[in-house]
């Protein structure tokens, strides 16, 4: 569209000089209002020309600074919004946490018989043929005159397969209600477990005995099916179990539903 202005303003220019140059109208026109302004004033044109030329480019000078000023004060609003951005997310992690730490609380006060509650992560992950499990603690509460620790963070190790093995069981427990599998998967751990002597007993034994247990209590949950009694290995067992701690790890394998210890 320039491009059009210029080629008009080219057209205008060169029909004007043959209008000057060649019409007695012209003359009179020039005569009579140019030239007083032109040649006759105290200041002459010159000099105007000049005076617009300056304050063109002056005008120019200051447009070249306001845009150099628009482009600093976006670059610091951009800096400002970024920190912005960082400080509003890290501030949410903490209403996250604050929020989280009086829903606990609340927890706690608004049930007698409940003295604690505590939160936390629970990772698997399957590392050559064994499964590692990760907690962390993330948050709790416990009411007035109570001692109890948190757990900050634990690890247990298990075989991959018996991870399967106990999972497939209670998925035809509770898809199929096929008890079947899972007293199997009991009565062939404790059958293992009670052949071994506590002093040889390590983490991933600890393991197999807390999937053992949680089969148990499964099975007298839902179908009144289980042992009374581990016989001579209760004890073992039991002490077993306390050493490694892993009321947590039943707790997280129980995935949605809940789990009372």
Excluded at 209 to 233: A, H, P, R
Aim: glycine share 4%; with cysteine.
């Amino acid at each position: 569209m320039k491009y059009v202005y210029i080629i008009l303003s080219l057209v205008f220019i060169l029909t004007f000089d043959l209008w000057v140059e060649n019409s007695n109208q012209a003359q009179l026109f020039y005569g009579n209002w140019l030239k007083p302004l032109i040649d006759e004033r105290k200041i002459s044109m010159v000099w105007l020309l000049l005076l617009g030329v300056f304050f063109i480019i002056l005008f120019r000078f200051w447009l070249i600074r306001k845009d150099e000023e628009i482009k600093v004060l976006r670059t610091k609003l951009e800096s400002e919004m970024e920190i912005l951005v960082q400080a509003n997310t890290e501030l949410s992690s903490y209403r996250l946490q604050d929020n989280l730490s009086k829903l606990l609380d609340q927890f706690v006060k608004k049930y007698p018989y409940v003295i604690a509650v505590q939160l936390y992560h629970f990772f698997e992950q399957n590392l050559n043929r064994n499964t590692i499990f990760k907690v962390n603690f993330i948050d709790g509460t416990v009411v007035e005159d109570v001692n109890i620790n948190a757990i900050h963070q634990l690890y247990y190790k298990s075989k991959s397969r018996y991870i399967r093995e106990f999972r497939k069981a209670n998925r035809m427990l509770l898809k199929e209600e096929n008890p079947n599998f899972l007293l199997d998967f009991v009565l062939d751990t404790y059958s293992m477990l009670s052949e071994k002597p506590k002093s040889s007993m390590n983490e991933e034994d600890a393991c197999l005995c807390s999937l053992m247990v949680l089969g148990l209590e499964l099975l007298e949950k839902d179908y009144q099916l289980g042992i009374e009694s581990l016989g001579n290995g209760e004890e073992k067992f039991d002490s077993l179990l306390n050493d490694y701690r892993t009321g947590l790890l039943r707790g997280a394998l129980m995935n949605d539903a809940f789990y009372l210890e």
